[in-house]
C-alpha cells in the first residue's frame, strides 16, 4: 500500500465534506504553503489546494499562514532601508487614471518612504509601471535595487515577479484553473521591508475584514484597508468611503463622507489614452490628495500612523 503524502493532510481537512471539513489554522496553513514553496507538493496536489481555498474563501488565520512562509522564503537585503509605507499596486485602473500613484509619490518628496510593489496584465487596465514610464520613471529589477532606491528617494516599485516569484507564479494558474487563488490576497500582504504602515486597496467588500484581521494577526502596527477605485489604494471622492484599520493591535471602522457634491465625475473611456495624452487635469485628481491623506491621518491623537 502506498504511503500516504505529507501534504495531504492538509487537502483532506479543507475538503472533507460540508461537516467535516475545516479551516486550516495559522499554524497549519504555514505549514503547509513552506511545504509548497519548497517543491514538496505534487501538480495535483497545488490545484487541489488552491481550488479547495477559493470554494471556502481563505480566513484571516490562513492568510496570515500563509504570509508567515512566503516572508520566510524570502532572501532580502543584509541592511534593509527605511521604509514608512508599505503600498500594493496589483488591481490596476480601468475607468480612471492611476491617481494614486501621484500620492504616493507626493509623500516620498516630503520625506515619507514609500515601497510600492505589483504586476501588471495583458488588458486594457493602467497599471503602475505604465504610469511609472509616462512619467519618466522606471521600476526596479530586484529586491537590492528597490532598497537602494528608497534609500536615495523615498521611492522604489517592485513586480511581484521580481519580489515572490512563486507567487507570480500561482496568480498566473488563475489562466488555467479559471479562478483567482490565495495569492491574490496574500501578495497584498508581505510588506518585505517591515513598514509600520500598510496601506491595501481591494475591490471586493467582503475581503476588507480578512485583510484587517490577517495584519492584526501578523503583528502590523498600522494598517489601513479601503474598498478602492478599481481595487487600488485610492479613494472615490464620490462616494462615502469605509476605513477599517489597525492601530497598535487594535481594529478599528470608520466612515469618511464623499469629497464632491455635483455628481458622478465623467469616466474616461480608455484611461490608456488619457496617460499616453500627458494626464490632463481632471477634477479626479482630488483622489490623489485623499489617497495621501489616507496615509498620514487617523482618528487618533498621534499625527501619523506609524509614530
Not at 465534506?17 to 514553496?37: C, P, T, V
Not at 487541489?48 to 477559493?54: G, I
Not at 516569484?165 to 491574490?184: D, K, Q, T, V
Not at 487635469?281 to 496615509?295: F, V
Request: hydrophobic fraction near 45%.
Amino acid at each position: 500500500m502506498t504511503a500516504e503524502h505529507p501534504f495531504a493532510p492538509f487537502i483532506r481537512t479543507l475538503g472533507k465534506g460540508r461537516q467535516g471539513a475545516r479551516a486550516l489554522s495559522q499554524g497549519e496553513a504555514r505549514e503547509a504553503m513552506h511545504m509548497i514553496l519548497a517543491g514538496e507538493v505534487e501538480p495535483i496536489q497545488l490545484g487541489a489546494f488552491l481550488m479547495l481555498m477559493r470554494v471556502k474563501e481563505e480566513t484571516a488565520a490562513e492568510v496570515a499562514g500563509f504570509v508567515q512562509a512566503v516572508r520566510a522564503a524570502q532572501r532580502l537585503p543584509s541592511r534593509l532601508p527605511r521604509v514608512d509605507v508599505d503600498w500594493p499596486s496589483y488591481a490596476g485602473k480601468r475607468r480612471q487614471l492611476p491617481w494614486y500613484l501621484l500620492a504616493a509619490l507626493l509623500l516620498s518628496e516630503n520625506g515619507i518612504s514609500v515601497f510600492m510593489h505589483g504586476m501588471t496584465r495583458a488588458d486594457e487596465r493602467v497599471y503602475t509601471p505604465d504610469a511609472l514610464a509616462a512619467l519618466g520613471l522606471r521600476p526596479c529589477d530586484s529586491l537590492a535595487e528597490a532598497a537602494g532606491a528608497l534609500e536615495a528617494r523615498g521611492f522604489a516599485y517592485l513586480s511581484i515577479e521580481q519580489l515572490a516569484p512563486r507567487m507570480h507564479e500561482f496568480i498566473g494558474l488563475r489562466s488555467l484553473l479559471g479562478l483567482r487563488s490565495p495569492a491574490h490576497t496574500i501578495v497584498r500582504m508581505l510588506n518585505p521591508f517591515q513598514a509600520p504602515l500598510l496601506m491595501q486597496g481591494i475591490f471586493h467588500p467582503g475581503f476588507a475584514v480578512i485583510h484587517q484581521q490577517a495584519a492584526q494577526l501578523l503583528g502590523q502596527p498600522r494598517a489601513v484597508v479601503i474598498k478602492g477605485e478599481g481595487g487600488e489604494v485610492e479613494r472615490d471622492p464620490d462616494i462615502p468611503v469605509t476605513v477599517r484599520g489597525v492601530v497598535d493591535g487594535d481594529l478599528y471602522e470608520e466612515t469618511w463622507p464623499a469629497l464632491t457634491t455635483g455628481g458622478r465625475h465623467v469616466k474616461p473611456a480608455r484611461p490608456r489614452r488619457g496617460l499616453r495624452s500627458g494626464c490632463p487635469a481632471q477634477p479626479r485628481a482630488g483622489s490623489a490628495a485623499s489617497s495621501s491623506r489616507l496615509s498620514m491621518s487617523r482618528a487618533n491623537p498621534t499625527p501619523w500612523p506609524w509614530a
